[in-house]
């Protein structure tokens, strides 16, 4: 796998990616302005492209996770890490009261910018709890039940969370992405040397 830098300012979603990748990353916190937009992919899209450019063409990798909640016709989506940063985790939580339908998807997308844009997506459905519970993980962790679970992912261990989770599928995919390119390149070279030896 290629040296990519990972573009974020959050430790924990750095050691959450290594841990999913089985491998360091190079991380890179800058400081990049982030358009506004419910979309996930629209957000994160121009976001690769402005960090490729601020590293001078290096190649980089960025995440970002959206929780979609069915009620509120997919608010706060993108923009949740402004909802964590007003009203937090419990005001959510709060504002749904009232609401009898408390499902909701959360979404991270990983692009990886090399010249040219490549998006892997991670899914998993489920429900926000009706108070904050559980002292594991980061950011809306403590409110948000994957399907099929009781616990909310502030409730598991690391290992249980990865397992389940949007950012593992979205990391594996990328992963998956990286192998298979490494294996075309290997196969040009062979294919390249053989040419050569043959001539």
């Known amino acids: 796998m290629r040296d990519w830098i990972f573009v974020t300012s959050s430790r924990a979603k750095l050691v959450?990616?290594?841990?999913?990748?089985?491998?360091?990353?190079?991380?890179?916190?800058?400081?990049?302005?982030e358009i506004q937009a419910l979309d996930l992919e629209t957000v994160i899209s121009a976001k690769a492209q402005l960090a490729y450019d601020a590293l001078g063409g290096a190649p980089v990798i960025v995440e970002d996770t959206g929780l979609f909640i069915?009620?509120?016709?997919?608010l706060p989506g993108a923009l949740v890490r402004w909802f964590e940063e007003t009203v937090g985790p419990a005001g959510?939580?709060?504002?749904?009261?009232?609401f009898a339908d408390r499902s909701a998807r959360a979404q991270t997308i990983v692009a990886a910018y090399d010249g040219s844009l490549e998006v892997f997506s991670g899914e998993v459905r489920g429900q926000i709890a009706q108070a904050p519970r559980g002292d594991q993980g980061f950011g809306w962790d403590t409110i948000f039940i994957p399907e099929g679970e009781t616990r909310t992912f502030a409730e598991m261990a690391s290992e249980e969370k990865d397992r389940l989770s949007m950012r593992r599928k979205a990391f594996?995919?990328?992963a998956s992405a990286e192998r298979r390119t490494g294996e075309m390149r290997n196969a040009e070279m062979r294919n390249a040397k053989l040419q050569s030896d043959s001539e």
């Open 92 to 98: 959510i939580c709060s504002m749904l009261q009232g």
């Open 172 to 174: 594996f995919d990328f």
């Open 16 to 33: 959450e990616a290594e841990r999913i990748l089985g491998r360091r990353l190079i991380q890179h916190d800058l400081d990049l302005p």
């Open 70 to 74: 069915e009620c509120w016709k997919g």
